[in-house]
């Protein structure tokens, strides 16, 4: 019965695809996370705000209900590490985007340094973000 054997063989080739197909999709990576900055410039002076959006490269969508644990901002980025400033979690702003306020406290490039525990997610998001304040 050859047309039998074809006609299983290809319906055992569909399945396959379907759970591999499938599989793909359900296997989720820390690493498809990262935090984006909604405007990379921010004026020199006190309680600054900076916006984040936590965004899942492969859904492309905003990822709401991250734990931020880690929070750095210094200035790294002109060769200033040792200059770092306050920074703390601001309320507000849309499902996905996290807010902060800090001093920027001089003319240049910072470093955002964030640290992040997502919902259902083994892992953590690390991501660095580099901010300029200008006058
Ligand atoms: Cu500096």
Redesign the pocket.
Known sequence: MKTFDISRALRAALVGIAVFGSAGLARADIKDYEFKLLVPTVAVGKDKIVTVQLVNNKTGKPVPDAVIFATRLD?AP?G?PE?ATKIAREPGGEPGSYRFKAAFG?E?RWLLSLGAKVQGETGTVESKLVITAQK
């Open positions: 200035m002109e200033m200059m001089m240049g």
